[in-house]
Nanobody, 124 residues
Framework: QVQVVESGGGLVQAGGSLRLSCTAS????????MGWFRQAPGKEREGVSC????????CYGDFVKGRFTISRDNAKNTLYLQMNSLKPEDTAMYYC?????????????????WGQGTQVTVSS
């Protein structure tokens, strides 16, 4: 079966950086759009970034504003999110998701497979 596992979260001071990773198994990785979503306590889940299967196209939430970079290594079935200039408002559980090609974008309901999440906490 399909498994999606995130890693790399942690506690960081404002202005710092973190690199999240996500490995997916049980699927043909490069056939899938991959996305990062996040959810803070008491808030709805929001889209952070996405990347097409071919690694040609990427998308970002407006709040990212050049601070985050999404990438993927199809040979390793791994997705990354490099997060720089972190702010306390970036504190959330970050989820990795896989979806069919037509799911490209930041609409969470279009994604089929989800990980359990990795916590990112940014202190002020």
């Amino acid at each position: 079966q399909v498994q999606v596992v995130e890693s790399g979260g942690g506690l960081v001071q404002a202005g710092g950086s973190l690199r999240l990773s996500c490995t997916a198994s049980g699927l043909t990785f490069d056939d899938y759009v991959m996305g990062w979503f996040r959810q803070a306590p008491g808030k709805e889940r929001e889209g952070v970034s996405c990347i097409s299967g071919s690694d040609v196209s990427t998308c970002y939430g407006d709040f990212v504003k050049g601070r985050f970079t999404i990438s993927r290594d199809n040979a390793k079935n791994t997705l990354y999110l490099q997060m720089n200039s972190l702010k306390p408002e970036d504190t959330a559980m970050y989820y990795c998701a896989a979806g069919p090609a037509w799911a490209y974008g930041l609409v969470s309901r279009k994604y089929n497979y989800w990980g359990q999440g990795t916590q990112v906490t940014v202190s002020s």
